[in-house]
């Protein structure tokens, strides 16, 4: 069975930094695309940070320049790396994996992590 762990959430002062991980763990084959989304409260569901498996990267416009998205192909391990976090950062955040298992070609998610940027 495919697990996604997500670590690295937390509070911290605005313009603080904060890592996020999440390690895949089951029987993969193969692990394409990894992304992060986050949700925070009376918003939509939003993707943060994409990477494929080449390591090109994009983000979305609000975190450009703050945010950093990174691969370990051997670790099965996709980090955000955030830096001058800001209040309006605050959010669960939640990484998705695109892969090849038994169940064939499909998105797995982990189950989320709470960032809070707050004095």
């Known amino acids: 069975q495919v697990q996604l762990v997500e670590s690295g959430g937390g509070l911290v002062q605005p313009g603080g930094s904060l890592r996020l991980s999440c390690a895949a763990s089951?029987?993969?084959?193969?692990?394409?695309?990894m992304a992060w989304y986050r949700q925070a409260p009376r918003k939509q569901h939003e993707l943060v940070a994409w990477?494929?498996?080449?390591?090109?990267?994009t983000y979305v416009e609000s975190v450009k320049g703050r945010f950093t998205i990174s691969r370990d192909n051997a670790q099965k391990t996709v980090y955000l790396q955030m830096d001058s976090l800001k209040p309006e950062d605050t959010a669960v955040y939640y990484c998705?994996?695109?892969?090849?298992?038994?169940?064939?070609?499909?998105?797995?998610w982990g189950q989320g992590t709470q960032v809070t940027v707050s004095s």
């Open positions: 998705k994996m695109s892969m090849t298992t038994n169940d064939g070609l499909r998105d797995y």
């Open positions: 990477i494929n498996r080449g390591g090109s990267t």
């Open positions: 089951g029987n993969i084959f193969n692990i394409y695309d």
